[in-house]
């Protein structure tokens, strides 16, 4: 089955600064690849997800970047505010959303002011 | 995106009892799922709710300690049964829309158990 590495386990920046978070998956079938941002005490929130016909994507302060033949992809955070500051999992799946869906092991994120 | 309510939010249970959670949808989904999170890690599903079926299992999970029902395309309830401190967790529910194939989080349940 699909296995998610995901790195680093936890992060500090600056407020202001850039976070990235890397993953890498097994299965080559795979072609969905969503982020999620889970506050404390709250459910994961979907914040990102690109497609493996894409290389890149944006949203505002947030990109994810996919390569397929490496089978990596990221999430990068530009400007860091203090609001980032969570736990962010990356994710695999083959036929978008519909199969079983992966997740990586996690990354907490601390923005310090 | 879809809404999603979970209930009970948080509860503290005895051993060996069992607790039922339900999920509700604002409106009709495609598939919903159930997932645990143990404290400080990542997400491991726990079975696919399936609407008027039997639910489907991921392996190392039993429908004898984990029943779940589907009765229609809103709302699903999973219950943890015969619970033991190690059932101690978040508990999510998650749905894939009708328009769309993105998953969504409910807020989840955190179960403790003594």
């Known amino acids: 089955g699909e296995n998610v590495e995901q790195h680093p386990s936890t992060l500090s920046v600056q407020e202001g600064d850039s976070a990235v978070i890397k993953c890498t998956y097994s299965?080559?079938?795979?072609?969905?690849f969503p982020w999620y941002k889970q506050e404390l005490g709250k459910g994961p929130q979907l914040i990102i997800d690109i497609r493996s016909n894409v290389g890149e994507k944006k949203d505002q302060r947030i990109a994810v970047t996919l390569n397929k033949t490496a089978k990596h992809f990221s999430l990068h955070i530009t400007e860091t505010q203090p609001e980032d500051s969570a736990v962010y999992f990356c994710?695999?799946?083959?036929?978008?959303?519909?199969?079983?869906?992966?997740f990586g092991t996690g990354t907490k994120l601390q923005v310090i002011p | 995106s879809a809404v999603i309510s979970q209930k009970p939010s948080r509860d503290i249970c005895q051993r060996g009892t069992s607790l039922t959670i339900q999920c509700q949808v604002d409106s009709q989904v495609t598939m919903m799922f159930w997932y645990r999170q143990q404290p400080g890690q990542s997400l491991t599903l726990i079975a696919t709710?399936?609407?008027?079926?039997?639910?489907?299992?991921e392996s190392g999970f039993v429908i004898d300690k984990f029943p779940i029902s589907r009765p229609n395309l809103t709302f699903s309830t999973l219950t943890v049964s015969n619970m033991s401190p190690e059932d101690s967790s978040i508990y999510l529910c998650?749905?894939?829309?009708?328009?769309?194939?993105?998953?969504?989080f409910g807020p989840g349940t955190r179960l403790t158990v003594l």
């Open positions: 709710a399936n609407q008027g079926s039997e639910a489907t299992y």
């Open positions: 994710a695999a799946s083959t036929s978008g959303g519909y199969q079983k869906v992966t």
């Open positions: 998650s749905v894939i829309g009708q328009a769309t194939d993105t998953q969504y």
């Open positions: 299965d080559s079938a795979s072609n969905y």
